[in-house]
């Protein structure tokens, strides 16, 4: 059975840290390239880092540059998100997903979804 379980999520003040995981079973982790997503209610899920399956790649949305870090451990079918700075407007249901793919986009192109951890930064 595939499985994408994010987790790390909060409640943190503005200008706080969190490090999301996401754990991968059931697919041969390391042909995958991960990306994070997130969505508030209202809004349309929107691409926020990603990571080609061997980690040359990695790519960050303008609002998240110089603040956020994603990395892989491929050895532990793992995927992290390092926040720092963070601001309320962060504030929403963040996704872990895979492609099967060398590389990986901002598009919602993914073969496999986790459910989302929900981080709430207040102000």
């Known amino acids: 059975e595939v499985q994408l379980q994010a987790s790390g999520g909060g409640l943190v003040q503005d200008g706080g840290s969190l490090r999301l995981s996401c754990a991968a079973s059931g697919f041969t982790f390391a042909n995958y390239a991960i990306a994070w997503f997130r969505q508030v209610p209202g809004k349309e899920r929107e691409g926020v880092s990603c990571i080609g399956r061997s980690a040359d790649f990695k790519y960050y949305q303008d609002p998240v540059k110089g603040r956020f870090n994603i990395s892989r451990d491929n050895e532990k079918n793992m995927v992290y998100l390092q926040m720092s700075n963070l601001k309320p407007e962060d504030t929403a249901v963040y996704y872990c997903?895979?492609?099967?793919?060398?590389?990986?986009?901002?598009?919602?192109?993914?073969?496999?979804w986790g459910q989302g951890t929900q981080v709430t930064v207040s102000s």
């Open positions: 997903a895979a492609v099967r793919s060398e590389q990986c986009t901002f598009l919602p192109l993914y073969d496999y």
